[in-house]
């Protein structure tokens, strides 16, 4: 169980997380909803140890393998092999030809990795995330700037990764759509809280705010 | 000014003997000394750049400070611990060339290492997002911010050299200006200057562009394929 009890970040004298608890099953999947400045990016930075909390705890399982993409991938300026590689334990070299291939980069693989564009670049991310076994994975906005058929492919590759290592998977997205796809669980993030949570919240929201975005963003 | 152009021209296809060891011994100070510097400041650049620690930001400050380091300062204060009474006076180095070196080591690293701290901050917050996210070992982080920097790094190292290549006054106070021993372009130029002959002096000013110019193109062969 990954547990989070009253956690808060502040920026520049704005709260920009604050909650109460949370907690995530191992091996659940869920899909982090919400506006811009929401808190979803801060909750997995968070999580993912990359910047620490102003107040609260986070518990995480020592036996997780964590693994956070960001939502500006970045790209290391060497080849798309040995951006993999980077991440790629040693003894699982073998699998660095074939996540490159998953993730349709073959014909790139020798490219400079820093010239890629936005989709490739978080085609690159996914790639050097996916190839090591990881059981706890964070995504940030993964498909943001990939175009619609690469999206739904990185999504049935996640499917099929997520159902292999049997992973916990939190995913923080704007497409309403893929949440849905992606995650069994939805959360709903408004200013920093967790307002409504649940596995049909996107067909039966309850909270006004809730409500409020799935119609923006066209669901309802 | 013309005269002067010739001059120059003239001096290089004369193959002076006394001009030749002059360049080399210019070209051995700033090589050695630049890339000393290199090796030294690089890396506490990229240090200070990913690493937090208390005190961080004060050591940012004393360095951008020592980076105006005025050369003559340091080579009063070198020449006061290296000098015959100095603390460090047995080792017999004062006007020697290496004294020299050390004295260009000390103005360049600042700025090497400055100059690199600054690039690599701006490059650091998305490596060491990236890294953490992939859970790669930290030790590999620095390098991995040095290999983004290394484009930056060949600028830098230009101007690292640019500064230890267009020198006088440290090398001045502990070379001596002596022939066939710490002569260099800088202290000679000087020396032509002090005597009135401007023309020689604006003339192996020029050769000392035309070495620049020089390194410089090499450089920036470098970089274009690194791009």
């Known amino acids: ?220 | 000014m013309f005269s002067a152009i010739e001059e120059a021209f003239r001096l290089i296809a004369s193959g002076d003997a006394t001009l030749n060891e002059i360049i080399a011994t210019t070209f051995k100070m700033a090589f050695a000394s630049s890339l000393t510097a290199l090796l030294l400041g690089a890396p506490l650049g990229v240090l200070l750049a990913t690493a937090r620690f208390p005190g961080k930001s004060i050591i940012v400050h004393i360095l951008r400070t020592f980076m105006g380091l005025p050369p003559v300062v340091a080579g009063i204060v070198l020449y006061m611990l290296f000098s015959g009474t100095g603390p460090f006076g047995s080792l017999k180095l004062i006007y020697s060339v290496e004294l020299m070196i050390i004295a260009q080591i000390v103005l360049i690293t600042p700025i090497v290492a400055g100059l690199t701290e600054s690039y690599a901050s701006a490059i650091a917050p998305s490596v060491l997002e990236t890294s953490k996210g992939l859970r790669l070992n930290p030790f590999k982080v620095p390098l991995l911010v040095a290999n983004e920097s290394k484009f930056q790094l060949i600028s830098i190292y230009l101007t690292g050299f640019s500064r230890a290549i267009a020198e006088v006054g440290a090398v001045q106070i502990v070379g001596g200006n002596i022939l066939r021993k710490t002569r260099v372009m800088t202290t000679v130029i000087a020396l032509n200057y002090r005597t009135g002959q401007f023309t020689y002096a604006i003339a192996l000013g020029i050769i000392l562009l035309l070495i620049s110019f020089a390194v410089n193109f090499a450089a920036g062969m470098i970089q274009e394929k690194l791009k």
Not at chain 1, 94 to 108: E, F, P, Q, V, W
Not at chain 1, 148 to 155: C, H, K, R
């Open chain 1, 1 to 220: 169980m990954i547990e989070i009890e009253n956690l808060k970040k502040i920026y520049a004298g704005r709260t920009v997380l604050d909650i109460e608890s949370l907690k995530f099953e191992e091996g659940g999947r869920y899909a982090l909803i919400g506006a811009n400045g929401s808190g979803k990016s801060t909750l997995l930075k968070i999580l993912a140890g990359i910047i620490p909390p102003d107040e609260g705890k986070v518990n995480i399982p020592k036996n997780l393998k964590l693994g956070y993409a960001p939502q500006k991938a970045f790209a290391f300026s060497m080849s798309i092999k040995k951006n993999v590689a980077l991440a790629c334990p040693k003894e699982q070299k073998n699998r660095i030809a074939d996540i490159i291939s998953k993730m349709g980069l073959t014909h790139l693989a020798k490219k400079r990795a820093d010239k890629l564009s936005g989709g490739e670049t978080q085609r690159l991310a996914l790639a050097r995330l996916l190839v090591a076994d990881r059981n706890f994975i964070l995504l940030d906005e993964p498909t943001a700037s990939m175009d619609i058929n690469y999206s739904l492919a990185t999504e049935e590759f996640l499917n099929d990764y997520i159902n292999e290592h049997a992973a916990t998977l939190i995913i923080a997205t704007h497409s309403i759509v893929q949440a849905a796809r992606l995650g069994k669980e939805i959360i709903f993030l408004h200013e920093g809280k967790v307002l409504e949570r649940g596995a049909d919240i996107l067909d039966n929201p309850q909270n006004e705010e809730t409500i409020k975005f799935l119609e923006y963003y066209g669901k309802k």
